[in-house]
């Protein structure tokens, strides 16, 4: 009588291919459902989060061939203020806030249309107690004008000094701070709008700000107060156009 053949049974638990292919099939699950929710954007600054962080993912922005940088040098000037107004649009303070006064609205308050700015160039630096431009000033200058050349953009040029920068100095042509960091806006406005530069006067406001917004709060040498010696070319989003129409009024 012949003996039966004994079964031979299967390992327990599922084989290798198995648990490969079901992460295989997952993967492209999450894949197919990211493009779905992707075909109809309805929140973009999440999806612009989305994208940056894939973007930093892989560890460059703007393709190959750049360099590795925070800010996508491809981005054009009215892009980069969009997507810094993207950022904040969230952000609560006073001049976007919702919330009413105690009082209810000021008619003898006109509105404030001020938005987005951003440093281009850098500072502009100056030796003490000078308006004087320097050779290495007036090329940030050039670049600067190259920059914002052929955009409608209001440009702020904002003057500043140390604390007691005309202390000591004698026969200055300057009565106060105030005189020298307006008069240091007013050497960067007079070299952008030259003939040879040509950017339109009409686009800069200039602001002398003295010392009130040090770059260096603890500066003892004259190295170390030299950022504050400075001038600052900034560029809003707002458009020459936005400051030509009549201020809407608030009164009932």
Known sequence: MAMKKKCKCPPAGAPDWMVTYGDMVTLLLCFFVLIVSFSEIKKEDEYNAVVEAIQKAFGMKGGGGKMQTEDDPALSMQQRLETMALQ????????????????????????????????????????????????SGKQQLDDIAQRVKGENNLIDIKGHTTARELSGLQDSPYKDLWDLSNARAKAVFDYLTRDDVGLNPSRFRLIANADREPLAHKAYTDANKRPNRRAEVLVTENLISDFNKAQPSLAP
């Open 88 to 135: 904040q649009q969230h952000e609560p303070n006073r001049s976007n806030t919702q919330d009413p006064g105690m009082d209810g609205p000021d008619p003898t308050i006109t509105t404030v249309r001020e938005g987005m700015k951003f440093v281009v160039g850098g500072q502009i630096t100056f030796e003490t107690g000078s308006a004087e431009l320097s050779h």
